[in-house]
């Protein structure tokens, strides 16, 4: 691993700049820490708030990612009030979390690490604390201490695996005490701990340490097969992709049967060679690598025995996923059953980690974050199961250890204090003609309240500008753009494979995309009467065939919302090609309506009219339609703003909110509806 230290940058650092700097080289590296993993401190002489000197543990804040953390994401202990607690036998975890809010510097700085005593009994100035795959792959075998012995002689102290907390602090400082020669420790299936009188120094430390390490897994798995021969032959890129995307929705659907789950698909060359193994279904059945890993992927991923006739039939992989998930979810009911105290909560007994030799993994999440965090954990696993098994047999946590840290108190306290999830919240909504005008206005509003957003539209720069626009606000992975022409079949499957394949499967779909060409019906020439019909029917129908097909498959009901417009209860004059295309798209959400009801799919409408916002209206269709009123184009928007009942503009903003109830849980009881959103036209009520 290579020391990224640069003196250049970080001698002209205060001494807090440099343990900012030391925590962001280390959090740089993926296979040191991942997203929250590890923690790191130093000790330094500060003033308290009255200026009195006073020396201060600047220790990571719990729950900061060390790649971009912050001076403020280090919490301020005063030393002198936690070195006395060395003096004790024990500490409960809630004990030492509430004495440790009153050693703040700053009552307001985040909650300081469960390893603070840890880093505050260590005598050093500097230390550092990762969960190295390298380091785990040494010590999670069945000759873990022979391993740390061979790799480093007597210069390590090693420590048997005990849950974070006062005794594993007390314990490291009582090891330390007995070895003073030592400068460094490993703690059994869980990392390392380098210290140091500078911040550069116990990273240096550290990197060494792991180098070394590294390069002694290296030379025992040298030229060895670890994970065996492929099980399944491999498809090729294509045939994979082609398969997971067709698959995904039943996977999604089966992992959502509790609570619905977002999901986030991995073909990486490093998962294939593991999957594909035969190996993969004993030693993904042994546990996780560290014990916070274990908070992102459950102890056991799911196994889906497949093969290459089981993968190209849907049917018989739903009835194997479906059997072999009973058994997991029982077993982890048993598993809970076991160990459980009163006051657990029944936590979600559905995998996060879904293996398919032949197609890769699955990992599952609330959000596209969650699941991009447990793939990337899993990727590390894998890493580590081979390391381990370069020099030895793979060996994880016990059981009740595995329990203990599942409904660690302090993190079920955590998940209890997440804030309500959005309306919107675990939900994929594909929006056609998203790029711009209403379809972009929905898709502003859906992402504020907690979807993640899919804008198809004809232009691929658009779509991507548009969902890039969202990732900036709402966070990455929330939207993808893709290209999609409603009325080329081909173009709607290919999309939607990269839908299933982006997110898993898909929730509601604004049915939006359309196009209003205009004419007297004796003027209009057969080209636009036939692209209105390609557009606004067959467009709408090309698109909610293929959602109500995922939403079968995903058995967890649907949501289509269709634009429609006041003119087809109320048709307008020269615009015969808009009203008639958009009669079929309304007759096509009636009959949605009537044949998925009974499957949980909701299927309504909203009549917007004269929307003048988001650039609508081209220059052409308000001369048209100016013309068609008898009044000047200057007037348009007064005219269709004075006509309505309520005398209102009509914004893309107020169809939004009539999508949002419609998409959200608030109106579960509503299908085959019409919401007019039109100030009150009295011609154009529905009936
Ligand atoms: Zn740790």
């Avoid at 003096?87 to 690490?113: G, N, Q």
């Avoid at 993190?411 to 998203?434: D, F, N, Q, V």
């Avoid at 006041?566 to 808009?578: D, R, T």
């Avoid at 988001?614 to 009123?629: C, D, T, Y």
């Amino acid at each position: 691993m290579l020391n990224r230290w640069n003196r250049q940058e970080a001698d002209g650092l205060d001494p807090l700049g440099q343990l900012v700097y030391q925590s962001r080289l280390i959090g740089a590296e993926e296979s040191l820490v991942l997203w929250g993993g590890g923690n790191t401190s130093l000790k330094i002489e500060e003033s308290d708030f009255r200026g009195r000197p006073c020396l201060v543990l600047r220790v990571k804040g719990s729950g900061s990612d060390m790649k971009s953390i912050e001076p403020r994401h280090f919490s301020g202990v005063r030393m002198d009030d936690v070195l006395n607690l060395r003096d004790r036998e024990d500490m409960s975890d809630e004990e030492m979390v509430a004495y440790l809010a009153h050693t703040l510097t700053d009552p307001t700085a985040p909650r300081p690490s469960i390893e603070t005593l840890l880093h505050a009994f260590v005598k050093a100035a500097s230390v550092v604390h990762s969960h190295a795959d390298s380091i785990v792959a040494l010590t999670n075998t069945d000759c873990g201490v022979k391993s740390v012995i061979d790799c480093y002689n007597d210069s390590i102290i090693t420590i048997p695996y005990l849950r974070p907390g006062f005794r594993l602090s007390k314990e490291v400082a009582d090891a330390i005490d007995q070895s003073p020669h030592c400068d460094a420790l490993i703690l059994m299936n869980h990392g390392l701990i380098t210290w140091g009188e500078s911040s550069e120094e116990s990273y240096s430390r550290h990197i060494n340490l792991v180098t070394q390490a590294e390069n002694y897994l290296a030379e025992l798995g040298r030229g060895k097969t670890v994970f065996g021969t492929s099980g399944i032959s491999p498809l090729s890129d294509e045939q994979r992709r082609a398969a997971a995307a067709r698959l995904a929705p039943l996977v999604r659907g089966a992992l959502s049967r509790n609570e619905r789950c977002i999901l986030c698909y991995d073909d990486s060359p490093g998962v294939l060679d593991f999957v594909n193994s035969k190996r993969a279904s004993q030693l993904s059945q042994i546990g996780p690598a560290t014990p916070d890993h274990l908070l992102h992927t459950k102890q056991f991923p799911l196994y889906i025995a497949a093969n290459e006739s089981t993968l190209s039939d849907p049917k018989r992989f739903f009835e194997i996923l479906k059997s072999q998930l009973d058994r997991y979810e029982n077993s982890y009911r048993d598993y809970v059953e076991r160990h459980r105290s009163a006051s657990d909560p029944q936590l979600n007994p559905a995998p996060r980690v879904v293996l398919v030799p032949g197609i890769g993994i699955w990992t599952a999440g609330k959000d596209i974050r969650a699941a991009t965090i447990s793939r990337d954990i899993y990727r590390h696993t894998i890493q580590v199961i081979r390391a381990a098994e370069g020099h030895g047999a793979y060996r994880s946590l016990a059981e009740d250890e595995i329990h203990a840290v599942e409904y660690w108190p302090l993190e079920l306290y955590k998940l209890s204090l997440a804030p309500p999830e959005k309306p919107l919240a675990r939900r994929i909504a594909l929006i056609t003609g998203g790029a711009g005008g209403i379809g972009r206005s929905i898709a502003e509003t859906f992402a504020a309240n907690g979807s993640l957003i899919v804008i198809a539209d004809l232009n691929e720069t658009d779509c991507a500008a548009a969902a890039n626009e969202l990732t900036k606000r709402y966070g990455s992975g929330t939207a993808i753009g893709l290209a999609m022409d409603v009325t080329d079949e081909q173009s709607v499957k290919r999309a939607i494979n990269q839908l299933t394949l982006a997110y898993g499967g898909l929730d509601i779909l604004i049915s939006n995309a359309g196009i209003a060409r205009t004419g007297r019906i004796d003027e209009l020439n057969l080209e636009d009467w036939e692209q209105s019909l390609a557009v606004n029917a067959t467009g709408h129908f090309l698109v909610a065939r293929e959602a109500v097909r995922i939403f079968r498959e995903q058995g967890i009901g649907g949501n289509i919302i269709f634009n429609v417009t006041k003119n087809v209860l109320a048709a307008g004059a020269e615009f015969g090609a808009y009203s008639a295309s958009k009669a079929a798209e309304m007759q096509l959400a009636r009959v949605l309506a009537i044949e998925n009801g009974q499957y949980g799919i909701r299927v309504n409408m909203i009549n917007p009219d004269a929307v003048f916002s988001a650039g609508l209206w081209s220059p052409e269709i308000k001369a048209q339609r100016a013309k068609a009123q008898g009044i000047e184009v200057a007037y348009l928007e007064e005219y269709y703003r004075k006509r309505n009942l309520l005398q209102v503009k009509v914004t893309a903003e107020d169809v939004s909110e009539a999508a949002l109830w419609l998409a959200s849980d608030r109106s579960a009881k509503t299908t085959g509806c019409i919401i007019p959103v039109d100030g009150g036209l009295r011609e154009a009520f529905p009936r």
